[in-house]
């Protein structure tokens, strides 16, 4: 690239900060920060055509990770490119789907899991963001002070059942709320959404009112901030946040396949406009926080907790995601939760073909010239341009003790079954498949928030003191199969020998014979 061309780059990047300075944001959220969007977005239907008048529509919700869309500045930009935007509200999922088959847009904006879930006729073009800490899952301990972890559901679901009562679980429907209840109903053993009344609002706020409502058997609420933040402070126990499972609740961008075959160079200056100010954000987010703080009515601390809980994806960022097969595992692993939960029938064979990354080379290019550019005068701003500022630190060391002492969140669902030889700690073949499968399932968890207690149990069979000794021995195996695997997070093994049976079955059962897989709360 020439120096002239640097110049220009610069230039833009200057007039892109100006324009962000002087701009309105307006954040608001159908998931983190969902607030009362204060200007007109009310659906129409489609009158004009990207092929002959350069308009485009763009389907999507009050969600602040969309503001950008929203943005007058934005849209004026855009016109200098030649492409007029009309940002619309649609907030069932099934519909905003629906309308892109029909013609009736030719974007739109919507999280992961919904985008295979309603299979649009379109493609992945751009990666918005993903939430880390902006959604959660929050026990009522206020109400029900023994629950403090998943571990602690069991025995209150049947306490609540011999009484004649069905405790209760809250969340807003068809939004990462609902998504965050699927993982827990997949992945934790303890946590089965059948056990409980299923309460759908249609905002977080509600959910929040209902688990503080003392008259109400709301057991547990999926919430997202500032409501997350609030619930900290009161004392709940927030259990599970899209912090601990980062990859969790991504938001996309989809072109319709009818704009891709004609106009895909209008894709191309979209989000080229698009990503340049979000480099102006990655900069300086603090005007973001305080339009949050306004448009929602909120103290300067809620609207950082709704800022903090969010990371945006730059153009660099998103293109390495769809080239070195990022994006494909977590579609698999989105997907993967969506089959076990009975929203989707099978995991898409091909899911490379679900996303593109040709509509990303300008705007990638844009920002790795501003990375070069800066770097020297500003490494801290080039890394985080280029994604890296967001990355997961050096996981602290803990000791054993250290893990054993940390708060339970719940123990993983084995799928499978970890298999010693008889009165050996070695692991059969099927033990190291189960624990390969399992290793995968841990790498959703950040190491920085979520550690693993791998607890050994025995049956009854032989002297206590060898039942102990092989039950530390079986867990140690574990942890060193798990670490071979790559599992990066803390872990430590503990046995506990023939002390614990299962309730209902004899000690010398050899059901007995068990490998817990506990995730614990560390930072």
Do not use: C
């Amino acid at each position: 690239m020439s120096k002239n061309d640097n110049l220009a780059l610069i230039l833009a990047f200057a007039a892109t900060a100006m324009l962000s300075a002087g701009g309105i944001w307006l954040l608001s959220k159908a998931s983190p920060g969902l607030l009362p969007f204060s200007q007109s977005s009310q659906p129409s239907q489609r009158t004009t055509d990207p092929q002959t008048d350069g308009q485009l529509t763009v389907l999507g919700d009050t969600f602040s990770g969309y503001s950008t869309f929203r943005n007058g500045a934005f849209q004026s930009a855009l016109k200098e490119t030649g492409i007029g935007l009309h940002y619309q509200d649609e907030f069932d999922q099934a519909k905003r789907a629906e309308r892109m088959n029909q013609g009736q847009t030719d974007l739109l904006v919507t999280t992961l899991d919904q985008f295979l879930k309603q299979k649009p006729q379109g493609k992945v073009v751009g990666l918005i963001d993903r939430t880390v800490g902006a959604d959660a899952v929050v026990l009522n301990t206020k109400k029900y002070p023994a629950l403090k972890s998943l571990l602690d559901l069991n025995q209150l679901v049947q306490q609540a059942r011999q009484q004649g009562r069905q405790l209760s679980i809250a969340f807003a429907g068809d939004t990462p709320s609902e998504y965050l209840a699927l993982v827990l109903d997949t992945k934790f053993e303890a946590f089965k959404l059948s056990d409980f009344q299923i309460i759908r609002v249609t905002d977080a706020s509600e959910a929040w009112k209902l688990l503080q409502d003392p008259n109400q058997d709301v057991a547990i609420a999926v919430i997202w901030e500032p409501y997350v933040t609030q619930a900290r402070q009161q004392g709940y126990t927030v259990v599970l946040s899209s912090a601990d499972a980062p990859g969790a609740i991504v938001d996309v961008m989809v072109a319709s396949d009818r704009l891709i075959q004609s106009k895909p160079e209008t894709i191309s200056e979209f989000l080229e406009t698009y990503y340049r100010r979000i480099d102006v954000n990655v900069r300086d987010a603090s005007q973001l926080q305080t339009q949050i703080a306004e448009d929602g009515k909120l103290s300067a601390g809620d609207a950082g907790a709704v800022l903090q809980g969010i990371q945006f994806f730059t153009a660099a960022e998103a293109r390495s995601w769809m080239t070195d097969k990022t994006l494909e595992k977590r579609i698999g692993s989105t997907a993967a939760v969506l089959v076990l939960a009975g929203r989707m029938n099978t995991v898409p064979q091909n899911s490379s073909d679900l996303y593109t990354p040709q509509f990303l080379i300008r705007a990638a290019q844009n920002t790795q010239t501003l990375i070069d550019l800066i770097r020297a005068d500003n490494a801290n701003l080039a890394d985080r341009l280029a994604g890296k500022g967001t990355a997961i630190a050096a996981t602290k060391q803990l000791n054993a003790n250290q893990v054993k002492a940390a708060p339970a969140i719940g123990n993983l669902r084995v799928r499978g079954t970890v298999e010693f030889g008889v009165g050996l700690a070695g692991l059969t073949a099927q033990g190291q498949q189960t624990l390969a499968k399992l290793a995968q399932e841990i790498a959703e968890f950040s190491p920085q928030t979520v550690a693993v207690r791998v607890i050994g149990h025995t049956s009854r069979t032989g002297p206590a003191n060898l039942n102990q000794t092989l039950s530390e021995q079986r867990a140690q195996v574990v942890v060193n199969y798990l670490r071979r695997q790559g599992v990066k997070n803390n872990i430590a093994a503990e046995g506990r020998g023939y002390s614990e049976p299962l309730a209902g079955i004899a000690p010398v059962d050899s059901r007995n014979q068990r490998t817990e897989i506990r995730l614990v709360r560390i930072n």
